[in-house]
């Protein structure tokens, strides 16, 4: 377990995305800015291998969608909290070119 696993989420961590895109934050600096360690940023080979085999499937309270996380540039996202049936993610993705997109996720069991 990462130590990033056992510090609390941000009450609104969604926001706090949203607000550090917002001040154009990059995805280097995003950790800093948010305070904890991600569980994933796919900067490292063996998180995006990680990220792909994950069933991620978006909240439906957040957002009807996910953007396209195995095509992304970089995705990097915290759990939030989990339940009996997924665990909760919150995080970024960068599409080539594009500006970063604030996603919240649920992954099932393997």
Not at 32 to 47: F, L, M, Q, V, W
């Amino acid at each position: 377990m990462r130590e990033s696993e056992t510090r609390p989420v941000p009450a609104s961590l969604e926001a706090a995305l949203g607000d550090a895109l917002a001040d154009g934050v990059g995805p280097d600096e995003l950790a800093a800015r948010i305070g904890r360690a991600p569980i994933i940023d796919t900067r490292d080979e063996r998180d995006r291998n990680a990220m792909r085999m994950a069933d991620i499937r978006p909240d439906p309270t957040f957002q009807a969608t996910l953007p396209a996380l195995g095509d992304a540039e970089r995705v990097i996202y915290w759990k939030v909290d989990e339940n009996a049936a997924d665990v909760i993610v919150s995080g970024v993705s960068w599409q080539r070119g594009q500006p970063g997109v604030v996603f919240r996720g649920l992954i099932g069991p393997p």
